[in-house]
């Protein structure tokens, strides 16, 4: 490999004879940081990540045709639906501070019971997790944000599959944690569901009861016509006034049939139990830990320490080469760099004499 004047670029054989040339660290730091690499993933705790996949139920409040809200599901909107019913609404939820919260403070098997009789214990996943602060709503707060850092959550627009996944020190304990939180989504969703045919009902009865009243009110008026008027069908007033007065009678039925069946599916859909979640797959304890990958890891570490290695003996060939073919000027460069470190040390000592 030569270096001329102006700094001829090194070819890839001259560039393999520089690495061989200082092979103890083009091959040894790679090596090296493998190795140490490999140790500290024998020290890091394990991580293991339980997954879990549901699908809503959502229920269309649009008389679109089917082929149009298809191609719009497709393209990830979605059309006529309530947002409440949604695949991102649900997403949302799970990781809402509520259903956090109630997952901290629900028992789990404790994965490291204190020694005694080999009786196995539980405890809240807050003391699982060893989250502490300065009261108990702070240490809540904190337990809060530690588990929506454990948790992902990913919503396919396409195939409306919401997946969760938890990441935690135990296999087991990561599966429980899923589970439970897809068990708490599906009870607040149902109570949700339920509390909102509940107040449908409570409003068609009031709207039922208020148009059996007025129904009331309007046969009795057309009796009342045919008792004071036995003669009517020979007044053209009269027969106007019973034509009215039958037709609001008319009315008044239909919209009480109408409220009537408003109120009978109200109480269906009260009463309804039937789970809005559908779990695809529940999360299982996972037999293999997701951090850390000792192979992977040592593997990227070769590679870093491989480049590290190579670009700086590269970089030393080139200097010195550029030493030697510049001497004058990096002996200038140098006696300057050498200058100005003794004036900054210089400064330095004056500011300590004079505080």
Do not use: C
Not at 178 to 204: D, G, H, P
Request: charged share 25%; aromatic share 6%; hydrophobic share 40%.
């Amino acid at each position: 490999m030569n270096v001329a004047d102006g700094g001829q670029d090194i070819s890839l054989v001259g560039a393999l004879n520089t690495v061989l040339r200082r092979w103890r660290v083009a091959f040894g730091l790679p090596l090296l940081l493998a190795a140490l690499t490999g140790l500290v993933s024998l020290v890091v705790r394990p991580t293991y990540t339980a997954t879990t996949t549901f699908v809503p139920e959502v229920r269309s409040q649009n008389r679109l045709p089917s082929g149009l809200v298809g191609l719009a599901g497709q393209l990830g909107v979605s059309i006529g639906a309530d947002p409440s019913q949604s695949p991102r609404f649900y997403g949302d939820v799970v990781r809402s501070r509520e259903l956090l919260e109630r997952t901290l403070l629900s028992r789990y098997a404790d994965p490291h019971p204190p020694a005694g009789d080999g009786v196995a214990d539980s405890a809240t996943l807050l003391r699982i997790l060893q989250v502490e602060g300065d009261n108990p709503a702070d240490s809540l707060a904190r337990g809060v944000k530690r588990l929506d850092e454990l948790i992902t959550v990913r919503v396919d627009a396409q195939t409306s599959i919401v997946r969760v996944t938890v990441d935690a020190r135990y296999a087991t304990l990561a599966a429980a944690v899923a589970n439970r939180l897809v068990a708490y989504l599906n009870e607040f969703n149902t109570k949700k569901r339920q509390s909102q045919a509940r107040e449908r009902r409570r409003f068609s009865e009031e709207r039922v009861a208020a148009a059996d009243s007025e129904l009331r009110r309007d046969e009795d008026a057309v009796k009342t016509f045919y008792e004071r008027n036995r003669g009517w069908q020979q007044a053209p007033e009269l027969v106007f006034e019973e034509a009215r007065l039958r037709r609001q009678v008319t009315v008044s039925q239909e919209l009480y049939l109408t409220l009537k069946r408003e109120y009978e599916t109200a109480r269906i859909e009260e009463v309804n139990d039937t789970p809005v979640i559908t779990v695809i797959d529940a999360a299982v304890a996972p037999q293999e830990r997701s951090q850390p990958r000792p192979v992977l890891w040592m593997a990227v570490a070769l590679l870093v320490g491989g480049m590290i290695s190579v670009s700086w003996a590269l970089a030393a060939t080139y200097v010195e080469r550029a030493r030697g073919s510049a001497e004058p000027e990096y002996r200038e460069l140098s006696g300057m760099l050498q200058g100005a470190r003794r004036s900054i040390a210089g400064a330095l000592r004056r500011l300590v004499h004079l505080g």
